[in-house]
């Protein structure tokens, strides 16, 4: 599921760093904008409309390849292909451990 393993820690340690407005990079139509996006110290980026690091499900997500995006004022705007968004009802992925 990630992109690949960590450099730094083997699993990427995805901390919130703030929340995300998920749109069409074709209309520019908002698809969601209750997400929250993650980052490892890495690099690798995350963004779900899940709460993984409560123990919540994920639920609809993108992985760091997925992922165009500028943040202002502590939200990330996140333009994607709406065919690239996934789902789970697990509470993580393989590679990803999310952080309290």
């Not at 292909?81 to 999310?98: V, Y």
Request: charged share 15%; hydrophobic share 30%.
């Amino acid at each position: 599921m990630a992109t690949g393993d960590c450099t730094l820690y083997g699993v990427h340690k995805m901390y919130m760093v703030s929340r995300a407005i998920i749109k069409n990079k074709y209309t520019g139509n908002t698809i969601n904008s209750h997400w929250s996006y993650y980052k490892c110290r890495c690099g690798d980026l995350f963004a779900c409309s899940g709460a993984p690091q409560l123990g919540e499900p994920i639920l609809d997500y993108l992985t760091n390849h997925y992922m165009n995006g500028a943040g202002q004022s502590g939200i990330i705007t996140i333009h994607v292909d709406p065919s690239d968004i996934n789902n789970t009802s697990k509470r993580t992925l393989p590679g990803f451990d999310f952080i309290p």
